[in-house]
């Protein structure tokens, strides 16, 4: 019998772990030193093929070095904000084409900074070969559009129908019947990205819309004259999760294959088991996204006593493949999809929201090398929400109020918080101009306006956090700022 200690396995050049306990019981057990030490040294030599194999499968996973590839800024800037907004643009796209995975980049006419520079921009698009970057199509997984169109319903009556089906804010809801598909749960289940608490929130946050600038408007359209509903929002807490799940399993991959690369940029290689699973993670989010819109959609027919005349719908934060190019996969965080290679289940026709007092447009078109197969999904932000907040509060002085506010720029709209609480971070003014976004996306040949939804009203969730002491505190000190 001899006495090997976990010290004399790290002499021997071995590194901590759970073999070792079974290692020294097989080692000590052995009958004399020089059975004892072959032991160790087959496992030595075992650990080091393990190592190189180890070293091979990482080196093969390694994008090979290269400049960065160009990229285009498809924004017309005509103010002084506007002209911060594209220099901050393109500071972080120029940051971000730099991650060594990236083949092609473009950002929207609605692109604006979000996150320190080097993440994408919102309105951004990049092509990443072999890699699928959870960074890059933003933890809100499938923002999505989705609308409905009505022969005959009147449009108050849809936004009532709407208002009462749905449910804005934060958390989720026990009393909306039915829920979502048990197929989608035994997918859930099978993949690994998906936690218990995402899958609880797949159950509870379904027919919710969140908060922010999530809306349900309902609008007439221009080519038909039918009343249109049209929904927007994401996947909801389970997407968040799933993201969160992502980024941990491609910080590990950056740690090994590109410590250089920004952590918000880093990846997961596609041709592995959890590339695959999380390529198959985001067609999950997807389907429960889609199904979410399609819940509360008829619900509202039903509330309305109408058959739904037209429905059709895109996501805009996703990942995108068409299967001729292979292993090309195109993140957009916040662009329209209009290249047909990406539509597995639309006839063409996008939806790309502007403001609440704006016309929804209906756009098609098809891969340019201007879009490269994008078009922008809104109107943006020139300015932050605090940022905008302060500049009303500075522009109206003593007449600043959230009521002031929502009177001037919802005038003619049925507008309608579902908290109570005007959000004034959601009003038009808070957008850039819809006409400059739209006329740089018909100019730079992105896509073309096919049909107009104009707007009756819309429902958001409104300032749910208005009474928070953190907020109370920082509007004081905007106010007197303001003077
Ligand atoms: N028709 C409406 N459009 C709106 C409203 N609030 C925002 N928006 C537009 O949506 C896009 C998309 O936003 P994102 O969260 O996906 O980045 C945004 O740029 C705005 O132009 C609204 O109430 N009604
Ligand atoms: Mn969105």
Redesign the pocket.
Known sequence: MTHLTGQDLIDAGLVPGPAFGPLLARANAAPDRDAATAIVRDAVAAAKVEADAQAARVAALRPPPRDPPDFQIHLDPQSEDEVANLEAVSRTMAILMRTPTLEAGVAMPDACPAGPPGTIPVGGVVAARGAIHPGMHSA?IC???YATAFEGAEPKAALDAIHGATHFGPGGRHDFDPGPDADLFERMEANPFFSDRAVKEARSHFGTQGDG??FAFVGRSEGSGRVTLVT???SRGMGAQVYKAGMEVAERYRAQLSPGTAKVNAWIPWDTDEGRAYWDALQIVRDWTKANHAALHDAAARSLGQEPVDRWWNE??FVFRDDAEGDVFWHAK?ATPVHRGFLPDTDGRQIVPLNMGAPILVVEGKRTDAGLGFAP??AGRNLSRTAHTRRLMERMGAAYSEEAVFAAETDGLDARFFCGNVDVSELPSAYKRPETVTAEMERANLATVTDRILPYGAIMAGDWERDAPWRRKRDAKMRRAAG
């Open positions: 809100d923002c999505s559009l600038n999530h927007h929002h994401g805009h934060n916040g999904h809104g």
